[in-house]
């Protein structure tokens, strides 16, 4: 059973960091591209950044472009995203989430419980 | 980057009607788009691949078409437990981007 648990978050001032893990099981950690996307409180979807299974593909949205940076440690089957000069609006519960087996077709197919990042003075 | 607007932001309807939600996307991702739906305090779940095709273990009431700039999700027959949101989402490009969500209600 594929599985994706996320913890690190909690409350942050403005300016301050967090980092956040994502703990895989259930499926060969290192063929998968894996993503973070977050939800503001009540909002939609947002796309944060994906890393490919060798870690030498990233891309980032240009809201975090800078500021976080995703990692993966394929011995820990874990991926991380370091939030750096964390604002107002990257408040949000962030996911990590699986995209579906075949490769480029990036879909979301397994989703973590979602970890909620305050950011607030 | 590619804009997806869904419509319309909310749908009220009965158990056992019909619902037909639409994404419009801002320039064509050929049949690059996924379709989800999210409970509140879920994580969302992906019910439509590619335009068409439906994820593992998603019901036959759910049915997706379109190509280019102009995508539907119908579900055939609304069961209690399809009163949620849905959203769209892009993969033809980078940045991957989502629509802002249909909310389906109970009328």
């Known amino acids: 059973e594929v599985q994706l648990v996320e913890s690190g978050g909690g409350v942050v001032q403005p300016g301050g960091s967090l980092r956040l893990s994502c703990a895989a099981s259930?499926?060969?950690?290192?063929?998968?591209?894996m993503s973070w996307v977050r939800q503001a409180p009540g909002k939609g979807l947002e796309w944060v950044s994906v890393i490919n299974g060798g870690g030498n593909y990233i891309n980032y949205a240009d809201s975090v472009r800078g500021r976080f940076t995703i990692s993966r440690d394929n011995s820990k089957n874990t991926v991380y995203l370091q939030m750096n000069s964390l604002r107002a609006e990257d408040m949000a519960v962030y996911y990590c989430?699986?995209?579906?087996?075949?490769?480029?077709?990036?879909?979301?197919?397994?989703w973590g419980q979602g970890i909620l990042v305050t950011v607030s003075s | 980057e590619i804009v997806l607007t869904q419509s319309p932001a909310t749908l009220s309807l009965s158990p056992g009607e019909r619902a037909t939600l639409s994404c419009r996307a801002s320039q064509s991702v050929s049949n690059s788009l996924g379709w989800y739906q999210q409970k509140p305090g879920q994580a969302p779940r992906l019910l439509i691949y590619d335009a068409s095709n439906r994820a593992t273990g998603i019901p036959a009431r759910f049915s997706g078409s379109g190509s280019g700039t102009d995508f539907t999700l119908t579900i055939s027959s609304l069961e209690p437990e399809d009163f949620a949101v849905y959203y769209c989402?892009?993969?033809?490009?980078?940045?991957?981007?989502f629509g802002g969500g249909t909310k389906v209600e109970i009328k």
């Open positions: 989430a699986r995209r579906l087996p075949t490769v480029g077709s990036n879909y979301f197919e397994y």
């Open positions: 989402q892009q993969r033809s490009s980078w940045p991957l981007t």
């Open positions: 259930g499926f060969t950690f290192s063929d998968y591209a």
